[in-house]
């Protein structure tokens, strides 16, 4: 094991301590944590992003559009420097930047202000969109969903429109908590197959397995992660 | 001479030439007459289907990679079925974009009432930051829409109409113009309800201004006009959408001077008519005859 990964484990350890700065409790349930590897995962070892590549156009873009219960998307945003530990214990207080849903205009790192369902997958195409038309074809857009949050039907707007269309440096990743009151007959990932996506569904607590799901290629086609984690009741 | 709509795309299609930064989303409707500039820009004239939340929301994704997106539909399908969409997708994350609309409030009556929205101003009214022009004229439409486009990260919406005056006025964005002086009161006519107004208040002593740009309201030029007036300062308003909607920023404009307002404009009630915009327009009593009646009926009182 390498030096670095051996820095990353300790930090994917401290993530329980640092959710607890907010919530005063460090046990979660599994609601709470049910983007917690994922996240850390894609932070860590896929996204190109950082505290300092923030104004670069070339970053890569995350968008939490499942804004509710961000405490993991905060810890992990604190873990990578994007803005001091000291911050979480304010935590939906008046003077605090970290709201119970994320404001991009607040919080450094969250490229969008979320809570509303299904606005996030309908901004990330427009801004894969945005990318492809000032030639930037290095970035990729990754958005979070909940399963759901897939009842919205915004989603499915923009899910048959970036099949249609071959949006390649787009990424969906959805966290399976089996949440959705009407579920999702025949799987998640059939819904984005249909529309002409490539599609992986893996163990969501499986850190080799959502990197191996990150990073598989997708030419011409856009590419969905299905991140399955224990149901949520 | 061509309609605004057309005016719209052949003026978008030369900015999209010239500015790279500029794009447009379309969601079916007017994709036909943007055929042109999609085959020599295809990835800045996007369509991406009968989708208005989908619509709203790349849009907004296009300004967060820092692009000025033009957005166009009927006024119905872009204000008021996405109406979430451009609170959070644009207001909320910060950012703006150009709304450009047809069909309005009465375009194509025999289209009904699934093809009015004469709600749009007022929605977007309850939101922080949005410009508002209204021409009258095709080449209003264009003045307004190239200040538009070059409006930084603006939001602007631009609501173009198949209703117009005769002959277009030297607008300046933002302001209104006085038409005509009088000083028996205010007459503020707004986008297509010019020609109308000024027929109606003929032989009337009053100041009629004429208003393209309803969001910011002009306040400074109404406080002149009611100032060089006599007596009690009374203002008529008439505007192409929902009745009422600019009285509250004429009372805004005049906090310390006695006044009274009538807003004249299209009513709530569904008229349940099909016809023409002239059976309409005197249908909601916008018509010369009608306005005449109503605003010296007001005037006298």
Do not use: C
């Amino acid at each position: 094991m390498t030096s670095t990964a051996v820095h990353s484990a300790d930090a994917y350890h401290d993530l329980p301590r640092l959710m607890g700065l907010m919530s005063g409790d460090e046990k979660h349930g599994p609601a709470a944590t049910s983007t917690l590897d994922a996240l850390w995962v894609l932070y860590d070892r896929v996204l190109r992003v950082s505290p300092e590549s923030m104004d670069d156009p070339e970053r890569d873009r995350f968008l939490l559009s499942k804004g509710h219960g961000p405490m993991a998307y905060y810890a992990v945003l604190a873990t990578k420097g994007f803005f001091s530990e000291s911050l979480l214990p304010g935590f939906g207080s008046y003077d605090s930047p970290l709201g119970h849903h994320p404001d991009r205009l607040l919080v450094p790192g969250a490229e969008i202000s979320s809570g509303s369902l299904g606005h996030g997958l309908p901004l990330a195409v427009g801004t894969a969109l945005g990318l492809r038309a000032q030639g930037r074809t290095g970035p990729a857009v990754w958005v979070l969903i909940g399963d759901a949050e897939l009842d919205e039907g915004s989603n499915h707007e923009a899910i048959a429109y970036a099949g249609a269309v071959g949006l390649e440096r787009l990424h969906t990743l959805v966290i399976d908590n089996a949440s959705a009151t009407h579920g999702w007959p025949g799987g998640i990932a059939s819904r984005f197959a249909a529309e002409g996506w490539s599609t992986a569904t893996v163990d969501g607590r499986d850190h080799q397995a959502l990197h191996e799901a990150y990073t598989a290629p997708h030419p011409g086609r856009p590419h969905v992660v299905v991140a399955r984690v224990e149901p949520k009741s | 001479m061509d309609t605004m709509r057309e005016r719209f795309t052949s003026t978008v299609s030369r900015l999209l030439d010239e500015d790279p930064r500029l794009a447009v989303v379309l969601a079916e409707i007017g994709v036909a007459n943007f055929a042109e500039a999609q085959r020599a820009h295809p990835d800045r004239v996007i369509n991406v289907g009968i989708r208005e939340q989908l619509l709203v929301g790349v849009g907004g994704g296009l300004a967060l990679t820092g692009m000025r997106p033009i957005v166009h539909t009927f006024a119905s399908f872009l204000v008021e079925r996405p109406f979430e969409q451009l609170k959070l997708d644009f207001g909320h994350q910060g950012t703006g974009g150009v709304l450009v609309s047809a069909a309005g409030s009465y375009d194509w009556p025999a289209g009904g009432f699934t093809h009015m929205s004469p709600g749009d101003v007022a929605l977007l009214n309850t939101l922080d930051g949005w410009t508002v022009h209204v021409p009258g004229h095709p080449d209003e439409a264009e003045t307004l829409l190239r200040h538009a486009a070059a409006a930084d990260d603006d939001a602007v919406y631009v609501r173009l109409s198949a209703h117009g005056n005769t002959a277009p006025r030297d607008v300046t964005p933002g302001r209104f113009l006085t038409v005509r002086e009088g000083r028996g009161g205010v007459v503020i006519a707004v986008g297509p309800m010019l020609d109308n107004v000024l027929a109606a208040v003929a032989g009337l002593d009053v100041t009629v201004l004429y208003a393209t740009t309803v969001r910011p309201f002009d306040e400074r030029s109404l406080r002149a006009a009611v100032q060089a007036g006599t007596g009690s300062a009374d203002v008529v308003l008439v505007e192409p959408y929902l009745a009422g909607t600019s009285i509250t920023a004429v009372n805004d404009a005049l906090p310390d001077l006695p006044h009274r307002v009538l807003g004249l404009g299209i009513g709530r009630r569904e008229l349940r008519r099909y016809g023409g915009i002239e059976e309409h327009l005197a249908g909601q009593g916008l018509d010369p005859a009608s306005l005449r009646e109503r605003i010296s009926g007001f005037l006298s009182r």
